[in-house]
């Protein structure tokens, strides 16, 4: 899809369901950007690993990891990015 053709107002209903689609899935689900800052997640994801939205939102996905693994799934995830 063409998004260039959209109004604000389009692209801010496609947000809204995009949103609604997350939330709705029995499963926990995360965005995170290229540096791994969670940028969102839906309220299983929150339930799964006894974070609120608000606690997750902004801070690096290891936060959920054991310090064990933190070091071997960064690398992972910076590994998949590049």
């Known amino acids: 899809m063409n998004y260039d ?3 604000k107002e389009e692209l801010i209903a496609l947000l809204n369901i995009n949103e609604t689609i997350v939330n709705a899935v029995p499963i926990g689900f995360c965005i995170t950007n290229e540096k791994g800052i969670f940028e969102t997640v839906n309220s299983h994801y929150s ?3 006894g974070y ?3 606690e997750l939102i902004g801070k690096h996905f290891s936060i959920v990891t ?3 693994n933190r070091e071997t799934l960064t690398k992972l995830h910076d590994e998949f990015i590049e």
Request: net charge negative; hydrophobic share 15%; glycine share 0%.
């Open 5 to 7: 053709n959209l109004s």
């Open 47 to 49: 339930k799964i690993y």
């Open 52 to 54: 609120s939205r608000d």
């Open 66 to 68: 054991t310090e064990e």
